[in-house]
């Protein structure tokens, strides 16, 4: 009897008492719905909570409140759309500008909120608007910023310290370096060429203390690391790089997204499948504890250097984005990751184990609706 009531109190509390319900949106390529989803890190479920009515939207973001919702949305001429977060996690639309690229839709947004801006990467340009930092809604347009004509600009960030923003182009094999003035306008420094060339930079991510910055570079399968010079912003390549796919043979692979643990001990790639038969893959690598160097058990940047190497059970199609929980929201010091997949539509969670090394996918919501899953972000 005894044994059973301090089974039942060891069994109760930690469910009753440490479950932890996470909140997410979801938003998808061609269908004008973004979802919010929840998921329970103590059961590992996922479940849709609301289908709300907004644009089709490649790429989402919020402000560091996570009160405002900010979309590259798809519509017809593109738009950069702002909502706002009900307290049921519902979105509710607040306001919407045309983007700079008249012919194209934004493929990226990001916040600036240190000058209370939006940025925008539209492939040959991005647009720099304000943002009023307590109801959400766009001020005035600041600047835009044009690129080379055969430019395809597809993902900007600011530095965490909001000093430079940098701007991965994958058609001029080029990251585009700026300054942030004391007006908050982007002042162009250095084009700094990628190693290889048609290594093609998507995105980028930082080191949280901006010292260092990781390009994902989409046709050549690798990250590359990058010290960032914190008076001038230029960048130095430190030659440190690793391969996102075990083979270190891109053909048939595009990378997609790169991303650092919460902690930032740990650096996300993620790649998709040129072909929906060949599947894509997330894989892991240990960063030093200043962020400057990848620790690798040996010379041979390839699968030697993983923590793990997660094979996708999809080609991810467009998606197969990686994002991380933030810093900002506790997940008990677990390394949960979400994946949004294209293929066939659905919003994964994996988890990654330190003490054995294994990357599994712990919960999946399936969000077949036909355009979904293209972008995630982490509410709570
Ligand atoms: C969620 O909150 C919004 C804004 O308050 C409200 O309009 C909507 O009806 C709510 N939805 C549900 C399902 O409660
Ligand atoms: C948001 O604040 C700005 C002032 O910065 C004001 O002009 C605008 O009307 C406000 N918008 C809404 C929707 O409240
Ligand atoms: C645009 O890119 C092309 C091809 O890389 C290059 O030849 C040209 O000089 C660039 N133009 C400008 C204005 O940078
Ligand atoms: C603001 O912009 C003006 C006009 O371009 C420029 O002269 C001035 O130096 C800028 N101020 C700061 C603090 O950057
Ligand atoms: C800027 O970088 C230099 C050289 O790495 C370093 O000595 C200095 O402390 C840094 N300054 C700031 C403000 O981070
Ligand atoms: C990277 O390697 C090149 C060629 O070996 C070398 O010239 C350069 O100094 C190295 N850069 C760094 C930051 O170590
Ligand atoms: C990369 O893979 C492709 C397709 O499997 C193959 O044709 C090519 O020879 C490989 N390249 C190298 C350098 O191994
Ligand atoms: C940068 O941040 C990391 C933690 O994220 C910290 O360990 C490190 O000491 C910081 N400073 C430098 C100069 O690396
Ligand atoms: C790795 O560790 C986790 C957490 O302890 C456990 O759930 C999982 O089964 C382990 N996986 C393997 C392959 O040992
Ligand atoms: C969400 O609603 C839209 C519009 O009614 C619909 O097309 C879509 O299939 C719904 N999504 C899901 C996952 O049910």
Known sequence: MLSSVAAFSFLMFPLVILAEKHHLLVSTFSVDSIYSVEFDDESLTMSLIANNSAAAAGWITTNSARTFIYAAAWTSPGQVAAYTLNNNYTISLLDSIEGCDASGNPLYVSLLEEQNMILSAESTCSLVYGVDPTNGSFTSQIQVVDYNSSSFVHGIDPTPNGK????????????????VDGNG?????????????????RHVAFHPNSTYLYVLEQNGCNVDIYSIDNSTGALTYTNQTVATVPSANCTGYWADEVRLSADASILYASTRGRES????????????????SFIIPSSDLTTSTTLFS????????SANAVNPAPSTIDVGGKYFV??????????AMLEYYPGNGSMVEVARLSLDDGGCCAASVWLD
Do not use: K, M, R
């Not at 701007?167 to 300054?179: C, E, K, L, N, T």
């Open 277 to 292: 038969t060949t599947d894509g893959f997330v894989q892991g690598y240990a960063l030093s504890s200043d962020g400057g």
């Open 310 to 317: 997660y094979q996708t059970t999809t080609s991810g199609n």
């Open 185 to 201: 306008t982007l002042v162009l420094g250095e084009i700094t060429t990628a190693p290889s060339s048609s290594d093609g930079p």
């Open 164 to 179: 430079f923003v940098f701007a991965a182009d994958i058609d001029q094999d080029a990251v585009w370096g700026f300054s």
């Open 338 to 347: 979400a994946l949004t997949d294209s293929e066939i539509g659905f919003l």
